[in-house]
């Protein structure tokens, strides 16, 4: 009768028994398993992020002083606290002021890619990618080395009239689709450039091929072309 005093949980007469360790173990084993293939992705993570802050080195080097000055003039521009990183609106705004108005979707792509936490200081250490593959959006900040490596990546591969057009929007003050006299007056004013009418006006004559008297965007493209 030794088993009537055996307590009912671990009495195999009514469903006990010992505890099955065989599960517990298979579980401890998977641990170890499961901290290696995180290792191993966040080694992944971080050796790509070296080749893209590489690459966009590289790409940097390939500018031109002009380029790069403008590059870092919009990032801080619009760097507002001044801590060398973005969020998503002065990242959009910052790619705007370079020519670049992209989409809501693009904009985030660009912070899930290259973007760190808000968290985890200057983006550093192999955390900083897995972290920010989980991250909200609005949670994550670009820093200045990646946002050289993006936009340095998308000005060598921008088509040149689209740079030339760019200019011309800036000659184009109100976007009338020519480039008068006046015009032509206000930028040589902003850049100092001691101008005076008759030659301005001679600058106009010259490219004016429709003689309505301003410059249009087919004049100024073969102006910049040639």
Do not use: W
């Amino acid at each position: 009768m030794a088993s009537a005093s055996f307590p009912r949980a671990f009495n195999p007469q009514f469903g006990g028994g010992l505890p099955d360790r065989s599960k517990s173990a298979a579980f401890g084993a998977t641990q170890p398993r499961d901290s290696q293939r995180q290792e191993r992705e966040r080694e992944r993570e971080r050796l790509e992020r070296e080749r893209i802050e590489k690459e966009g080195q590289d790409n940097m080097e390939r500018l031109t002083e002009e380029q790069k000055e403008e590059i870092n003039e919009a990032f801080g521009l619009f760097d507002l606290d001044k801590d060398k990183r973005i969020d998503y609106h002065e990242l959009k705004v910052a790619m705007r002021a370079l020519g670049f108005d992209l989409p809501k979707a693009e904009i985030v792509g660009i912070l899930q890619a290259h973007g760190v936490p808000t968290e985890t200081g200057k983006g550093k250490g192999p955390a900083a990618g897995a972290a920010a593959a989980n991250t909200h959006p609005t949670k994550l900040l670009l820093p200045l080395e990646r946002f050289q490596a993006v936009m340095a990546e998308r000005i060598l591969v921008r088509n040149p009239e689209e740079e030339i057009l760019r200019a011309f929007e800036l000659f184009d003050e109100g976007s009338k689709g020519r480039i008068d006299l006046q015009d032509l007056r206000r930028v040589a004013r902003e850049l100092g450039e001691g101008l005076g009418e008759e030659e301005l006006a001679a600058m106009i004559d010259e490219f004016d091929l429709d003689g309505d008297g301003a410059i249009n965007r087919e004049e100024f493209l073969g102006i910049c072309m040639q």
